[in-house]
């Protein structure tokens, strides 16, 4: 089934232990994104990547980078994780191409816990 | 600024009906969606309206008014797996997505 993957399903870092998550998909998707979900609030998008374009939200901190190697592949490194930083990371896919097209399809998502 | 408002939390019980209402304020519309999540969970897609109109797919059924700024996500034959929160987002004139905080939705028996 096509589908998108994260690892490690939970994840656990000292603070200010550099952490990278991981995603892939198998949806042939050229838009793939990365949110951070504190608990009862909305996803907040980090940034995203339309094919090999790089897009930074204005208030997503110089803390988090993000990597695109090819279609298929998306990282997130938190440089030097802090307290705040501990969030559901949820990574999504669309295809983007106008209509229903731009649903955006989930990942199970990452649990840090910064210690 | 754009803004989306939804209940925070609404019960209702095991059979019954339930109406999540969505409200939205947007520079531009593209698109309405409602995703469910569980407790822990990822966003699942349910629904996507552009038009104005009722879409029906089985036990869910999701409404749009664009003249309105307003929709809702109707759960008919509630089961206590329908226990989650529901996620009402826009797409905005820049094609980026607009959350809301979401309802939490609690079934008893």
């Known amino acids: 089934d096509a589908m998108v993957i994260q690892n490690p399903r939970y994840q656990v870092t000292q603070f200010g232990k550099p952490v990278t998550l991981s995603c892939s998909q198998t949806?042939?998707?050229?838009?793939m994104y990365w949110y951070q979900q504190k608990s009862s609030q909305a996803p907040k998008l980090l940034f995203h990547y339309y094919d090999k374009d790089f897009n930074n939200e204005a208030d997503t901190p110089d803390n988090f980078q993000s990597r695109r190697p090819n279609t298929s592949f998306c990282f997130l490194d938190i440089r030097s994780p802090g307290l705040g930083d501990a969030a559901m990371y949820l990574c999504?896919?669309?295809?983007?191409?106008?209509?229903?097209?731009?649903?955006?399809?989930f990942g199970p998502g990452t649990r840090l816990t910064v210690l | 600024g754009q803004n989306i408002d939804q209940p925070t939390e609404m019960t209702a019980t095991e059979g019954a009906i339930v109406q999540i209402n969505c409200t939205y304020q947007t520079s531009g519309f593209n698109g309405l969606f409602w995703y469910q999540q569980h407790a822990g969970e990822a966003p699942t897609f349910l629904s996507y309206n552009v038009l104005d109109g009722l879409e029906e797919k089985g036990r869910f059924s999701s409404f749009l008014s664009r003249s309105k700024g307003y929709s809702y996500l109707l759960l008919k034959e509630l089961q206590m797996k329908d226990s989650a929160s529901y996620l009402c987002a826009v797409l905005d004139s820049n094609y980026q997505l607009i959350w809301g905080a979401g309802t939490k939705l609690i079934i008893k028996p």
């Open positions: 999504a896919t669309s295809s983007a191409r106008g209509g229903s097209t731009d649903t955006q399809y």
């Open positions: 949806l042939n998707h050229n838009v």
